[in-house]
């Protein structure tokens, strides 16, 4: 059963930096393809980032030019490096493969105007 541990969230300020930590484990995680998501307070889960096993990379209008999705399969883990950070990223941002239903607790990032 797959499971996914997030971390590294926090609070910042608007412009600041932030790296995101998912670490994922049951099943072969370098042959997924990984996502990003988050969920702001009051609004629905969205997608952020996609990174595929080859490298390609997939963004949301919203963060492309800022967040940047790598991964280091020796460690079954991804990172989500977010910089020029914006009060509207604020949110708890979670991981998981591709088509999974699962997901784990999710790291909190908020950044202050």
């Known amino acids: 059963q797959a499971q996914f541990v997030e971390s590294g969230g926090g609070s910042v300020q608007s412009g600041e930096s932030l790296r995101l930590t998912c670490a994922g484990s049951g099943f072969p995680f370098s042959d997924e393809i990984m996502t990003w998501h988050r969920q702001a307070p009051g609004k629905a889960r969205e997608w952020v980032a996609t990174?595929?096993?080859?490298?390609?990379?997939f963004y949301n209008n919203s963060v492309k030019g800022r967040f940047t999705v790598s991964r280091d399969d020796a460690k079954n883990t991804m990172y989500l490096q977010m910089n020029s950070l914006k009060s509207e990223d604020t949110a708890v941002y979670y991981c998981?493969?591709?088509?999974?239903?699962?997901w784990g607790p999710g790291t909190q990032v908020t950044v202050s105007s």
């Open positions: 998981q493969n591709y088509g999974s239903t699962m």
């Open positions: 990174l595929a096993p080859g490298g390609a990379t």
